[in-house]
């Protein structure tokens, strides 16, 4: 991949940061975890979305970090903000209280319908692979507007049937879906390395919707763990643009620790 | 990032507060913004549903004013002073005209906010066992425990006002807000509001407040308009800009017993005034300057740079 | 009873301030109102109780006055306070956790078991007389783990059926009581301008404990609504000391405004 | 008005923390109290039960060591950088024993602070619908509520730890405790607590918390001791005083992933330490300088001299 890589002249890391920002034009208010969704929405403020306003899951309103943050934590993310707040307020007041238009997820296992997986590879009471756990995923699942889902794809994490259902998507039944009665109604999108897939609005089910250039259906078909809906004008994912590639490069992640 | 949500207080409350809303303005002793009181008096709304832990002064004088068909409260009463009579004679004899109250205790009313702040659809509270607040009050209902079926626990509704309107020390053109001193249950009922006026004695550049975020109160992600209002809040205070007018508080006695001594009042002190500014003016300097407390300064904290 | 007050040295509120603050001592938390009960903690600090913590029911934690508060929340007990809390947090992690050893309530009506009324006199729904109503009456007689009452007695606020219970009192049945499973146990004693009442550890009823100097079995019979319980070593109030009286008046109420 | 609480750490632990123990070392990110963690290893303390939104590599360190036969946490990562490797041994091969483990979402973890904190029976949240989290944890519970029947929420009982210990900028040798920065789940972990330890990185005189009283996260009469140990939460940070060494966490990935790795990192820096101070040498000069941040102090508020 790499040579692909030099010949697009953007890393696959690069096209979805580029791609996922592109999505939250007109959205109000994010929250924001740390790594790729960081630097995907600190892109959006600097392009098609200058008033964004970032939430950071730590507590942290009106960040101005003078560094790339490392952790979500970060003291930088505090220095120089506009607003502090406990733990219980941000989930209570802000999240559960439906203030979070757009919110981040990823995931070691997806499905068809946006059902995320982080807690267990192998079975819960002797895992194979002891995953996080949700931390605030479930929450946010449930109670943010819209939820993006950033991960690369493949066979092992684009699965048939999770090992564990940590944080709900579609059920597949659009009737079942609209009468939750939750802020949130499922992944609104996924960005991968291969290309974007949005969600169908009868079935609930992720559906091919551009592939990034150079990127063919084959490989996709490789990459998922089942026949994979593809909506009738696939597109192709525009690349990112030289002024996108330079907020990357120069300011979000000069030493591209997560663009590369 | 977001746009100035700057406003008068006429434009504020013009644009805001409808008739029939459901209006808190909080404040426990503290920052209770009678200005926005008296404005909404001047703008002669009606039918308005008016939720406060305690009533205070400012109530009696709104429900004086013939502002509100109904009242949601845990206290009410003059502070060490006396009673609120405007409210009494409307409960007592139906004087002017009936006024429907639905009462709580302290932290019923506290727990209402917190729930409707969280969209939460109860929120539970060890109070009210053996006492006949449930029984006048269909709201307050009970649960079991589903961790101790011996564990039966009363639980209070959500209150989720149309608007609530909190004053502050000082907040920027984006609504971020910092106070300090009593807090009371501002940032609860901010929260759980549909719209939110923010009334503040100080507009700040946002520099001030972003050298010391863990003193904002409420974000102003949630808030509608900034008004800045100086002295808004007297008789109530402002910590470290007045004290509060006792004085005022003992002559509300004698003034609210009688309702034309009220209604002189309010023609002399609300209709008769253009805004809260010639309130401050006829109010005057000897009494501003007789409640300006001394200094009395925080000290810094350091919050490092990390570049 | 003006000579009287003269004769004896003190005032009706003075006494009542000196019986009480000596209940306070050895207690650890106390849950502070305004007006009598403050002067009474103040006291109490000052004499029996140096190590007793003051919470102001406003949220502060601490106070140094610089002057005798004349509301609740005064701004003199939040400068130079130790801590400032929300309301929420007063009531949720104090109160109803159990922190709070003793707190003072009053009312306009009280009944032989210390149920109190602080919402009508009269039906509810058109009452003669609208009292205040709960404040934090009700949580403070449910979750302080001992109540004291402070109030002048009179047939019609020692009644023998309260118009409304705002604040549950003991039951009458100590089986029922010892059941309810609440930090509250019912009022420990209520002080009078004639006598020092306790509760029967039996009946949960309320027992004439000691008389104040000068007055009589009968005058307090006078001013009770019911037959009241008498101890069998009935006792005398010890008057207020020359130094509590000095503290009162030099520096806890200088202008007599609650002690007079 | 209370006696002092200052004590040592190790006096601390010593007195406050006992075998078979629930212990919360809370902290999000910010102010993790890694030299409690050490102290705790250091006295050989078994059979504990450990709570924390985040175990983080202070509870990978305790749990290699052998401390506890519980974890009760909401996510088990090294934030940004790889995994616990300790903790996933025990979970994945009970190597070299199995560890139990009570697993929540984050606002679940919270919410059960609160809980416990507010001696609520239980706590209610809109989390884990159709999610397979309250499959393999039968604590979380659902309820419907009293005002709508439609809505049926889950709730999650309350957490009450034994000892919390919580680390913060300054202290008062009473235990009033300033902290600013994140201050994630501390305030309602001591709350909830039977008994609290506040670690501070500077024990400062009261008239320094009476100066600014909103600034007060925890009063002193929930506290126990007060143990004054500067860079405590190395690497995690302290607002204000030293940045997280992001390097170390880089490095535990390596340390925690070899049993005997781990093992001698705990000889060298814990076990064949003294205590924290030998550790803060150790590190050395170097370090500290290059985690040292900037200043940015937060500005004086003004609270008013009411005589």
Redo the contacts between chains.
């Keep these: 991949m790499a040579t692909t890589e030099r010949d697009l002249g953007y890393t696959k890391n690069e096209i979805m940061i580029a791609a996922s920002s592109r999505q939250l034009a007109a959205e109000r208010?994010c929250f924001v975890g740390?790594?790729l969704p960081n630097i995907v929405c600190n892109l959006a403020?600097r392009t098609v979305s200058?008033?964004?306003?970032l939430?950071y899951e730590?507590?942290?309103?009106?960040a101005?970090p003078?560094?790339l943050p490392?952790?979500?934590?970060?003291?930088?993310l505090?220095?120089?903000?506009?607003?502090?707040?406990?733990?219980?307020?941000l989930?209570?007041?802000y999240?559960?209280?439906?203030?979070i238009d757009v919110a981040f997820l990823g995931g070691a296992q997806i499905d068809r319908f946006g059902n995320l997986n982080t807690?267990v590879i192998g079975s819960?009471d002797?895992?194979?692979?002891?995953?996080?756990?949700?931390?605030?995923?479930?929450?946010i699942a449930?109670?943010a507007r819209k939820v993006m889902v950033i991960m690369r794809q493949a066979q092992r994490s684009f699965v048939p049937e999770l090992h564990?259902?940590?944080?709900?998507g579609h059920?597949g039944d659009p009737a079942h879906d609209r009468a939750?009665?939750?802020f949130g109604t499922g992944p609104t999108s996924v960005v991968t390395d291969l290309g974007t897939w949005t969600f169908d609005e009868e079935t609930g089910e992720m559906t091919l919707w551009t592939l990034h250039p150079g990127v063919s259906i084959e490989q996709v078909r490789e990459n998922t763990g089942w026949e994979p809906r593809i909506a009738d004008d696939l597109g192709e994912t525009p690349p990112p643009t030289t002024d996108e590639l330079r907020l990357i490069r120069e300011e979000l992640d000069p030493e591209g620790v997560h663009a590369k | 990032?977001?746009?100035s949500k700057v406003a008068s207080m006429r434009d504020a409350v013009a644009d805001l507060v409808r008739d029939g809303d459901t209006v808190a303005i909080e404040g426990f002793t503290h920052l209770i913004c009678f200005a926005a009181g008296h404005e909404i008096i001047r703008q002669r709304r009606r039918d308005l549903t008016l939720a406060r832990m305690t009533p205070d002064v400012i109530y009696d004088q709104m429900i004086g004013a013939g502002v509100a068909r109904k009242l949601i409260f845990s206290w009410l009463g003059n502070p060490g002073v006396g009673s609120l009579h405007a409210i009494r004679r409307r409960i007592e004899q139906a004087d002017p005209e009936p006024l429907e109250i639905e009462e709580y205790s302290h932290f019923g009313m506290v727990c209402r906010y917190?729930a409707g702040?969280?969209?939460?659809p109860f929120f539970p509270i060890r109070s009210y066992y053996e006492s006949d607040i449930p029984k006048v009050n269909p709201n307050i209902r009970t649960l079991t425990s589903p961790y101790d079926d011996a564990t039966e626990i009363y639980v209070v509704p959500p209150l989720k006002p149309d608007i609530t309107i909190v004053h502050a020390q000082r907040a920027?053109k984006?609504g971020?807000t910092q106070m300090w001193g009593l807090l009371g249950c501002q940032?609860e009922a901010a929260?759980a509001a549909d719209r939110v006026i923010v009334v503040c004695e100080e507009l700040v550049d946002?520099a001030v407040?972003?050298?010391d975020?863990?003193r904002?109160v409420i974000?102003?992600?949630?808030v509608d308009a900034v008004v800045e209002q100086p002295f808004a809040c007297h008789p109530s205070y402002t910590q470290g800009y007045y004290d509060r007018d006792n004085a005022f508080y003992l002559q509300w006695e004698a003034i609210s017993k009688h309702p034309e001594a009220l209604e002189g009042w309010l023609k002399e002190w609300v209709y008769g005034l253009d805004g809260h500014a010639e309130y401050v003016e006829k109010v005057g300097a000897a009494t501003w300057g007789a409640l300006k407390p001394g200094d009395a300064f925080s000290g810094e904290v350091n919050?490092?740079?990390?570049?």
């Design positions: 208010i740390i790594g403020q200058p008033s964004l306003q939430v730590a507590g942290v309103f009106g101005r003078a560094r490392l952790s979500i934590g970060d003291p930088t505090v220095s120089g903000s506009t607003a502090v707040t406990s733990m219980f307020e989930f209570a007041f999240l559960q209280a439906g203030l807690t819960y002797r895992p194979k692979v002891r995953l996080p756990g949700s931390g605030g995923a479930c929450e449930i109670n564990f259902r940590t944080s709900p059920s939750r009665g939750w | 990032m977001s746009e917190v702040a969280s969209n939460l920027t984006d971020d940032k929260f946002e407040v972003r050298r975020p863990n904002t974000p102003g992600v949630v919050y490092g740079e990390y570049a």
